[in-house]
């Protein structure tokens, strides 16, 4: 293994906690065109058990170090052709661990436009600057005399173009550029401040008009904000020292550097060159790595909190394969209505209009009951945009009046998305002749059965789960978001003769290309009997088959393997388990008390280990398990539909639809999220809101503050109050089933009636007396 590479895998396994030859496994895989998700599963024994997370780090490390190494060796050739490389400095370049390092000792040496030092030297000045150097007793006036020329009229010239040489100097000494960013970085103030006359356009951002902080500790959201509010030119911002403490020690780091050593004229000269090198060239250069740094860090973790949220939605849990009609709620262009079946088949559409201006109570609650009882609807999913709540009610009543049985529930879900798909390519393949509104109702029945299968035909960055989403550096999200949803999809597995193109095209080892060629091959030709068949489809070979097998399903089939994640190549291996067990594979599959005396070490070979032995012992007891949770909904106090029916102290239900790095965002059901502060959402020290809750997750909630001006609502989960009154909601009244799939443990019920004034309405009406 050649030096580079040996680096690059030790610098890898220091950061992800794994050994230097499993670094060393995993790349030369990752190299080979293998998948994340096809060598977290089912290499592990080469790579050590390294999880997707792992893998992933490995990934991004592994381009960052071989760019590193790429122009570090960039560097190396070209100051050796200046022939100006020294021992000890190509032994800095070669310790060198970052790009910002590097290109500091570079910059003495990088070809550069012609500068006000080089007509310094060329005017013959360089000397004057190594004479005031060398005798710091000499007055530079008198000095600067000797050099006068045509081009250097008066001594002061001279002494300017000296200047000019020591800041070009000073700016690209990586040694002091090392020691003041240090400097910088520990103890420099961001500061943001209102331009006058900008107060009332830049409202939102008031938080911010006078704002000050350590830049090392300020949050990425309150970066984000800050970084925001200068981009529209509500502030100012600036990264500087603190004049009283700590420009001192960073001017005394300039003198060190150049050996100030006391009074004399010419440390004089030299101290007062190193404070207006400080102000017109090396707080420059600080202020734009502080602010590349500050923006990276912020954008980073603005990317890990978008990329946690999007998982926990992916991942949440299904209502599964159940007759729904899907309703995205609208007042003047009325109410789109799409029923799906167990498989997300379109059965029918329409559109309602019970609000203003037409008020069609009578039609709107004959159309919803005809369709519920002629297609078998089980579920009805809600929309939560405009009117969601209106149309909560509505749904409510209809349920009510419908006679005996079973009744449907119903769930209120988010629309995040359903426009973006509405609109899109695929969409209108799909539903060629569909109005756009009504795909966007087809879009939110679906994302109720199986909110995987749906979100992946929608770009990650449009579902809306992000901090500051749109200002962070958008190839990085996407990349970032693509791997959240690859890693999701193979973990619960794909039907392979349910899925759409979209989800296949998410299947390890499969892309767009070939998820088109599987659903033509399987229009053509019919189901797939099995994972075998794959290989019949044009343009997949093995290397795509060997990769993606493991994560296809096949229902049914003539061999019950294929239904689990045990992959083909290990079906020898479980043929060998189930052999032991003295009974049929079919018999065996999901009979855990069965499998429970098998020791995993006895089927052990050179080709499998235990990790992929254990593997498939899981699997063979719970066959095709889904990682996610069971569903369920939240519970939401009916009446309180808008911000101004808000009081605190009320504790209501609510559905986490965000976690941000300051706290979570919670759907109280009042068109408004409120946020429950990282301080608010225990009673103990919260460090990172994810340890607490995800999105999707139901909770209960204490109301602390209503700002209607600003349509912010302050929430609380502590319990630390619980024994003040709080108000579950105006008497009398009675709640209602709403929220999205959580990770929770419970199945959603029908909803009690809401004994409302539109309730009543409608009631009356059906009743034909109004």
Known sequence: MDPVTARISRTIATEIGARPDRVNAAVALLDDGATVPFVARYRKEVTGGLDDTQLRTLNDRLAYLREL?????????SITEQGKLTDDLARAIQSADTKATLEDLYLPFKPKRRTKAMIARENGLDPLLRAII????????????????EAVATPKDALTGARDILIEELA???????RLRQIMQDEAEITAKVIAGKEEAGAKFSDYFDHREKWAKIPSHRALAILRASKEEIVTVDIAPDPDTVLPRITDAIASRIGIRGQAPGDIWLRDAAIWAWKVKLSLTMFMDLMGELRKRAHDAAIEVFARN???????????AKRTLGLDPGIRTGCKIAVVDETGKLLDTATIYPFQPKNDLRGASAKLTEMIRRHGVTLIAIGNGTASRESERLVDAVITAL?????PAKVIVSEAGASVYSASELAAKEFPALDVSLRGAVSIARRLQDPLAELVKIAPEAIGVGQYQHDVDQRRLAQSLD???????????????????????????????????????RDAQGAFPSRKALLKVAGLGP?????SAGFLRVQGGAEPLDASAVHPEAYGVARRIVQACGRDIRAIMGDGAALSGVRAEDFVDDAFGLPTVRDILSELEKPGRDPRPDFRTATFAEGIDSITDLKPGMSLEG????????????DIGVHQDGLVHVSQLADRFVKDPHAVVKAGDVVRVRVTEVDVPRKRIGLTMRKDNAGEAAPQARPGEAKSGRGTPSRGKATATAADSGNNALAEALNAALKGKS
């Open 69 to 77: 190494e790429k122009r570090r060796a960039a560097i190396l050739g």
């Open 134 to 149: 060398a005798d710091r007793a000499a007055d530079p006036q008198q000095l600067a005399q000797a050099y006068l020329s």
């Open 172 to 178: 690209e000494d990586a040694t002091l550029l090392g």
């Open 310 to 320: 999007l998982r926990d939605l992916l991942l949440a849990a299904p209502a599964g």
């Open 403 to 407: 006679p005996g049985g079973p009744k």
């Open 483 to 521: 791997a959240v949803v690859e890693d999701a999809v193979n973990a619960v597995g794909v039907d392979l003769n349910m899925a759409s193109a979209p989800l296949l095209a998410r299947v390890a080892g499969v892309g767009p290309t070939l998820a088109q060629a599987i659903v033509a091959h």
């Open 543 to 547: 290397k795509a088959f060997q990769q």
């Open 655 to 666: 559905t986490v639809t965000n976690v941000a790095a300051f706290g979570a965002f919670v």
